[in-house]
């Protein structure tokens, strides 16, 4: 997000802001109109006010988000559920005013439905208060930037219906003016597990997967010494390879030791499970499975796009869960200068996460990839199919049909059953 300089907002412009998330309606219209949202296996779940909102928060993004903004789409007269968008909360409140500008705009422009824009908002402000502040004093800390959102969705015509500050474990409304329903001292959030959103989400067979933190702590650099043990295998590996990957003539032959190389570590991969469940045991014996200097060769032989792009094709079935270990491990030996390759793990991660069902980890990872790299298109593509409701399928078919005319003309290729050098 870019920054520009805090700007005041005129009377004027908070009347303009009212009438907007009002939608034609009044205030606490909100509070108690149905919102709708579709959850595969359970069909149309229908959330009314503030309470079942926040409660349906982390079924919505698969889960527990830290210190964000989240918009949900809004689409149709039945206040449909659509895509979301998450960012972290910009700390500096000079930033609030472009930074809303920027998400109205991007969900305008990239979170559709049948080719069609969102018609209204959901607004989420996720904060937990620090040492000595309440949940109250973080909701009044961040009311102008829910105002900003407010404004800047209004302003494009897609009225914000609520607005909720999450915080401490309580909820707080920008919208409702019910003090029954949105007391000022907030209202707890319910059990987990017991909203109907919650369990709806327990007969699609769909999880929480923890926090935003815990899921981006399984994507993040190595530290301290294997850090610096990685950093000089990827030196090593840059001298090596980068000369060959710049030459006509040696490219195919690069291409095709890393595919080699990426299948021998997926077979690895497979056959070799983690012992425990827990993520962070689970990760360290995945970071065992595979050696510095491979991980090197690796990770730059996939920052050719046609080599990624044969890696995509471990997307389903027995696949899935070795590939995801496999790319998520990679992502974490992104080190030092070399966090800039990241985007090509990261994307990978996040397609075979949504391929394979897994959406929250699909939606971090392509986050933070289009975060080291916001323009890597792969991730940039996945990223705005992902929001707005594609079918996985879809791109699961056009990549077998590239993988079997290859396989076709690599048939072609091979005279008396001996294959070509090259991939």
């Known amino acids: 997000m870019t920054q520009r300089e805090s700007q005041h907002r005129s009377h004027s412009e908070n009347d303009r802001t009212d009438r907007g998330v009002r939608g034609g309606g009044e205030p606490g219209d909100a509070a108690r109109s149905a919102h709708r949202t579709p959850l595969q296996g359970a069909g149309e779940i229908a959330l009314r006010g ?35 968008i998450r960012l972290g909360l910009p700390a500096d409140p000079g930033e609030w005013p472009a930074v809303s500008a920027q998400v109205a ?74 003090a029954e329903c949105c007391p000022a001292e907030g209202r707890p959030m319910g059990v987990p597990g017991t909203s109907p959103m919650a369990a709806a989400a327990a007969y699609a067979g769909i999880q929480v ?18 850090a610096e043990a990685q950093e000089r295998a990827l030196d090593r590996a840059s001298r090596l390879l980068v000369p060959r990957m710049l030459v006509a003539g040696t490219r195919p032959a690069v291409e095709a030791e890393t595919v080699e190389l990426a299948e021998r570590l997926l077979a690895r991969y497979r056959a070799d499970v983690p012992p425990s469940e827990d993520a962070a045991t689970a990760d360290a014996h995945d970071d065992g499975l595979m050696s510095h200097e491979e991980a090197a060769l690796l990770l730059l032989g996939l920052q050719d796009r046609r080599t990624r792009d044969r890696a995509a094709e471990w997307m389903e079935g027995d696949e899935v869960e070795p590939a995801l270990r496999l790319w998520r491990a990679l992502a974490r030996r992104c080190v030092g200068p070399y966090t800039e390759h990241s985007a090509a793990p990261l994307t990978l991660t996040g397609w075979v996460a949504w391929s394979g069902g897994d959406e929250a980890t699909a939606r971090v990872a392509l986050d933070r990839a289009l975060e080291n790299d916001p323009e890597y298109s792969f991730a940039r593509l996945l990223h705005r199919l992902f929001n707005e409701g594609t079918d996985p399928e879809l791109l699961r078919g056009c990549m077998r049909k590239e993988q079997e005319a290859r396989r076709a003309l690599e048939k072609q290729d091979r005279p008396n059953g001996v294959p070509r050098s090259g991939p």
């Not at 079942?52 to 149709?76: E, K, N, R, T």
Request: hydrophobic share 35%.
């Open 50 to 84: 503030p309470a079942q909102l926040a409660d349906a928060l982390p079924y919505l993004l698969g889960f527990y988000p830290d210190d964000s903004i989240v918009v949900v789409a809004l689409h149709g007269d039945r206040r449909r559920f659509g895509g979301r």
């Open 209 to 226: 997967r923890g926090s935003l933190r815990e899921l981006e702590r399984r994507l993040a650099p190595l530290e301290l010494k294997a």
């Open 105 to 178: 705009a991007c969900l305008e422009e990239n979170v559709k439905s049948g080719g069609r824009r969102p018609e209204g908002a959901i607004v989420y402000l996720c904060r937990d208060p620090a040492a000595g502040e309440s949940g109250r004093e973080v909701t009044e800390r961040l009311r102008p930037l829910a105002q900003a959102l407010r404004t800047a969705c209004g302003e494009r015509e897609m009225p914000v219906w609520e607005a909720l500050c999450l915080s401490g474990g309580s909820f707080w409304s920008y919208c409702c003016p019910d």
